[in-house]
T-cell receptor, first 114, second 113 residues
Framework: EAQVTQNPRYLITVTGKKLTVTCSQN?????MSWYRQDPGLGLRQIYY???????DKGDVPEGYKVSRKEKRNFPLILESPSPNQTSLYFC?????????????FGQGTRLTVV | DAKTTQPNSMESNEEEPVHLPCNHSTISGTDYIHWYRQLPSQGPEYVIH???SNVNNRMASLAIAEDRKSSTLILHRATLRDAAVYYC??????????????FGKGTRLSVIA
């Protein structure tokens, strides 16, 4: 079954404690993204990757890092989480960055930073 | 970025058709019209997309106005499982090569049994 898998689904952590949210897709997709969803602000893109070893900032990249060492995996790293990073995070992948391709989203990771 | 306007909420009876409108008066010639939906506690889910012609798939139909300034997502028979927030999104290819999905507030669809 084609899917995007994120882990963990829920995470509570303390300010400053480094964490990684994993994302894996089994569709051999080139284009992957991370979004955060906040009430009243909708979904906003954090980082994206057009292929292995090619990553770039989205609209709200501050406080986040990503890596793309393999095509299937695109982890989101918070080196020193802060309470304003409390949010619902989604990983997405699509075959390419072309405008006529559909995106597949993970189930989400609800992160709380205290 | 070209913007879309959708009603905040709509209501439908179960097993009746639903027409979800979207206005995009500043659409450019290369913008694709995408629809996604987000069910409670889930990630967004692709529904359908089109450029100029009407499109059908197993989930829905997309009717695009001749001038492309508006479109309508049609669910032929609403079920309780269709209750979700529906997003109309325009997708273009800017010089940066990045094509994020820009989600607005969407339309919250309620389905009544």
């Amino acid at each position: 079954e084609a899917q995007v898998t994120q882990n963990p689904r829920y995470l509570i952590t303390v300010t400053g404690k480094k964490l990684t949210v994993t994302c894996s897709q089994n569709m051999n997709h080139e284009y992957m993204s991370w979004y955060r969803q906040d009430p009243g602000l909708g979904l906003r893109q954090i980082y994206y990757s057009m292929n292995v070893e090619v990553t770039d900032k989205g609209d709200v990249p501050e406080g986040y890092k990503v890596s793309r060492k393999e095509k299937r995996n695109f982890p989101l790293i918070l080196e020193s989480p802060s309470p304003n990073q409390t949010s619902l995070y989604f990983c997405a992948s699509s075959l390419s960055r072309r405008m006529n391709t559909e995106a597949f989203f993970g189930q989400g990771t609800r992160l709380t930073v205290v | 970025d070209a913007k879309t306007t959708q009603p905040n909420s709509m209501e439908s009876n179960e097993e009746e058709p639903v027409h979800l409108p979207c206005n995009h008066s500043t659409i450019s010639g290369t913008d694709y019209i995408h629809w996604y939906r987000q069910l409670p506690s889930q990630g967004p889910e692709y529904v359908i997309h089109g450029l100029t012609s009407n499109v059908n798939n197993r989930m829905a139909s997309l009717a695009i106005a001749e001038d492309r300034k508006s479109s309508t997502l049609i669910l032929h028979r609403a079920t309780l499982r269709d209750a979700a927030v529906y997003y109309c999104i325009l997708r273009d290819l800017p010089n940066s090569g990045n094509t994020p999905l820009v989600f607005g507030k969407g339309t919250r669809l309620s389905v009544i049994a």
